[in-house]
T-cell receptor, first 114, second 113 residues
Framework: TQLLEQSPQFLSIQEGENLTVYCNSS?????LQWYRQEPGEGPVLLVT?????EVKKLKRLTFQFGDARKDSSLHITAAQPGDTGLYLC??????????????FGKGTKLSVIP | EAGVVQSPRYKIIEKKQPVAFWCNPI?????LYWYLQNLGQGPELLIR????????DSQLPKDRFSAERLKGVDSTLKIQPAELGDSAVYLC???????????FGPGTRLTVL
């Protein structure tokens, strides 16, 4: 079973501060996805990273995939109240039986205080 | 383009009662997923359909849970009988192909009393 550990579990910061969320695993993934989920809604895909060492930027969000494709980080610069939500990482890969799997971490609940 | 539609959005039932959730995926999406999300947790896959065929149902508790996807479009997830521990959000997602981007519906929040 592939497990993804996210840290921190909860994060409360002031508007304008920077933050980093981590996603770690002992398993190698073919790709890793980051989602953002707001209360009462389903997760929405933010980015997919595929290549080890890959860095992708989405406005104030920077995503990095570890060289060994086992871990990833999400860095938010100058956080805004609109960034508040549950951030989920999900590792994509194929099981031993050849079945495609997307394994989610438990998420990081971010609150940005105005 | 309409997103993934789920109904009902909320459901409150007493234990031992049956309950059903409905999902209409994005038009043209062949793959449909049902996930379970407990409070403070990430989604966990229950079942995945490729068209009308259930290709991964290894995590579906088959003693009380059942699902169907007639004609490879809409899908229904049923629980009978419901237990207190089934209280959670049930998410439906769809994708154009198996390894493609998944689009999630808003979920059905189930409370079992």
């Amino acid at each position: 079973t592939q497990l993804l550990e996210q840290s921190p579990q909860f994060l409360s910061i002031q508007e304008g501060e920077n933050l980093t969320v981590y996603c770690n695993s002992s398993s190698v993934f073919s790709s890793l996805q980051w989602y953002r989920q707001e209360p009462g809604e389903g997760p929405v895909l933010l980015v997919t990273v595929v290549t080890g060492g890959e860095v992708k930027k989405l406005k104030r969000l920077t995503f990095q995939f570890g060289d060994a494709r086992k871990d990833s980080s999400l860095h938010i610069t100058a956080a805004q109240p609109g960034d508040t939500g549950l951030y989920l990482c999900a590792g994509a890969g194929y099981s031993g039986a050849g079945s495609y799997q997307l394994t989610f971490g438990k998420g990081t609940k971010l609150s940005v205080i105005p | 383009e309409a997103g993934v539609v789920q109904s009902p959005r909320y459901k409150i039932i007493e234990k031992k009662q049956p309950v059903a959730f409905w999902c209409n995926p994005i038009s043209g999406h062949n793959t449909l997923y049902w996930y379970l999300q407990n409070l403070g947790q990430g989604p966990e896959l229950l079942i995945r359909y490729e068209n009308e065929e259930a290709v991964d149902d290894s995590q579906l508790p088959k003693d009380r849970f059942s699902a169907e996807r007639l004609k490879g479009v809409d899908s229904t997830l049923k629980i009978q009988p419901a237990e207190l521990g089934d209280s959670a959000v049930y998410l439906c997602a769809s994708s154009f192909r198996t390894s493609g981007e998944q689009f999630f519906g808003p979920g059905t929040r189930l409370t079992v009393l």
